[in-house]
């Protein structure tokens, strides 16, 4: 048996998604087939063999459902039917069909928490009477005070505002009731305490299991459930940074009940062969709560989001890694990683260094590029961490966010309800440059995208990045091929190496069986050049940037990195 050989041998007996390196596709911002502007299915189809390239394992594409795209797709009128501007079933078809020819699994994104206000369902509820059975599939109770002018309770949206909307009819009625949105009031949130809800959902997964998709990333994964006495939440208990999104211990996130819900989807999946697979948008307050999770009857993994909140911080990392790997291995449950998806600012910007230390939050004038410098650092270190991770499209070529976008091109709800106070995710959603020269870059064959690209980002392209080595394109190529060639690397064992010089952290990765060579990650998140301990070796795997050098001293050769610089070494 040669060396290849036995590593694919030892990776056979994993599942695949426990180590797998899964790429996000927004599929608006991707690639557009036919012009208009906006990308689609055609469009991920014609880039596939780059994605074979780059070597990840799975594309998740976020929705592509009917919709009016007031959330940019996660707003779903029809959850069995594609988008007519992003393509038709037959697409989809072909992109399953074409992923799986080269060995891509494909994910697709499920939004169960909310519909949009054009699903049936929500015409049903403006066309009838209150207390109909179409009222009973979403959370409508009547208002409080004189007139019921006042909301049920004070829950707010998680994109600024109320939570709450008056429930108005067809045909112009006010009535007396509201509807909970806990995000655009076009997203109407469910009762999922409805069996007619609960078996819909079944059946709208089996009806994608069907046509050979893999598995599904679970939009909002913790919020289906609220408590069903509504309480008020006390916001003023929780830091105002942690009431958008994250808010920890509100009786709409995270209730006990939400677990029945994804026992009962785990056995939809394992029905099939090969059993398809689940990740949670989960939001938890604690790593311990996140792993409930992915107990063994419920979903395979989870975002890790508390990592990406960790930010550029030794310490927070750390601390994280610690938690996340301590609570999976009670589940038995591989752990995630990622830093950039299609709600966050890219961490190509989110790590530029600020005169108070913390991630940037708001726009901003950034050193560009010391963000850029340890976006590639940390990007290599999370690669090194055990289970599976998670890329953002665009960020294999180290776009940053566009902060700068003129308020007409804004379509993220959060910036219309926030009233421009909060400039919400469209930076991180602007559609992919492919080649420098092209019009709107080669993301489609016309000049038209739906938000502008930045001038710089012609020096950003694939085609002017494709091979040059230097080049952030190149990094990740090397890194998820490199990843792919370790047995050591993807999901198994980690031990800290205590012996890492200040601002370094360092880990060791083995296999499960002794002998067999490891992996040192190593990142140096401090501003100085730093001498690695000559115990560590000198057989460099990879390196985040070129100031990485093996010196002789008298204590024999060791490895010298530079700041903000991460390293793999055989060891
Ligand atoms: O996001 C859920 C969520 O709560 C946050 O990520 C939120 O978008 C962010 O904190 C707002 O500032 C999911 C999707 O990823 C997101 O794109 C959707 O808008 C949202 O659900 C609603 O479906």
Request: with cysteine; aromatic share 10%; hydrophobic share 35%.
């Amino acid at each position: 048996m040669n060396a290849t050989d036995r590593v694919c041998a030892y990776r056979r007996d994993r599942d695949w998604w426990q180590d797998a390196v899964v790429y996000q596709v927004y599929p608006r911002s991707f690639a557009d087939s036919d012009g208009d502007g906006i990308g689609d299915l055609p469009g991920i189809l014609d880039r596939l063999d780059y994605l074979v390239d780059l070597g990840i394992d799975a594309v998740w594409i976020s929705p592509f459902y009917t919709s009016p795209l007031h959330d940019g797709g996660y707003d779903v009128a029809d959850y069995r039917d594609v988008d007519e501007r992003l393509g038709t079933l037959a697409d989809i078809d072909s992109l399953i069909a074409g992923a799986h020819e080269r060995g891509l699994r494909v994910i697709m994104d499920i939004v169960p928490n909310h519909t949009s206000s054009e699903h049936r369902w929500f015409r049903e509820v403006l066309e009838s009477e209150p207390g109909s059975p179409a009222w009973a599939r979403y959370l409508i109770r009547p208002g409080k005070g004189a007139d019921h002018r006042e909301p049920p309770n004070n829950w707010r949206s998680v994109f600024h505002g109320p939570g709450w909307s008056r429930l108005v009819l067809a045909d112009g009625t006010q009535t007396d009731y509201w509807y909970l949105h806990l995000f655009d009031d076009t997203q109407p949130d469910l009762d999922w305490t409805n069996p007619e809800v609960r078996a819909e959902f079944r059946d709208t997964l089996r009806f994608w299991f069907d046509r050979g998709v893999d598995g599904f990333r679970i939009d909002v994964a913790h919020g289906l459930v609220k408590d069903p006495d509504l309480p008020d939440m006390d916001y003023d208990a929780i830091p105002e940074s942690e009431i958008l999104g994250v808010a920890p211990h509100a009786p709409y996130w995270d209730q006990d009940g939400v677990h029945e819900i994804y026992r009962e989807w785990r056995e939809v999946a394992d029905q099939y062969e090969p059993p398809r697979i689940f990740c949670g948008e989960t939001w938890a307050p604690t790593a311990e709560r996140l792993a409930l999770y992915q107990r063994p009857d419920e979903l395979h993994t989870s975002f890790n989001f508390d990592y990406l909140a960790a930010g550029w911080n030794l310490d927070r990392m750390r601390r994280s890694i610690d938690a996340t790997v301590e609570n999976h291995l009670k589940v038995g449950a591989p752990p995630t990683w990622v830093l950039s998806n299609h709600d966050v600012i890219r961490h190509a910007t989110r790590f530029a260094p600020t005169p108070d230390g913390k991630a940037v939050t708001k726009p901003m004038v950034v050193d560009a590029a010391r963000g850029l410098r340890r976006a590639r650092a940390a990007t290599v270190f999370m690669l090194g961490l055990p289970g599976s991770a998670y890329l953002y499209q665009g960020e294999e070529l180290g776009l940053p966010e566009v902060f700068d976008l003129p308020d007409d091109a804004r379509q993220d709800p959060v910036w219309i309800r926030s009233k421009g106070t909060d400039t919400g995710r469209d930076g991180c959603r602007v559609p992919i440059p492919w080649q420098g020269t092209a019009p709107s870059y080669g993301f489609g064959p016309g000049p038209d995208t739906w938000l502008p690209q930045p001038e710089s980002w012609a020096e950003l392209a694939v085609d002017v990045q494709d091979d040059v080595e230097s080049s952030t394109l190149s990094l990740y190529r090397r890194a998820l091929e490199r990843r792919h060639a370790e047995d050591a690397l993807g999901q198994g064992p980690m031990a800290w190496l205590d012996d890492a010089p200040d601002g370094v952290l360092a880990l060791r990765r083995s296999t499960e069986e002794d002998g067999r060579p490891g992996v040192l990650v190593v990142i140096n998140m401090s501003a100085e050049l730093v001498h690695l301990p000559p115990s560590w070796g000198d057989d460099l795997l990879l390196e985040s940037s070129d100031d990485v050098a093996v010196v002789n001293t008298d204590d024999g050769p060791h490895v010298v990195i530079g700041a903000e610089t991460a390293v793999w070494l055989r060891g």
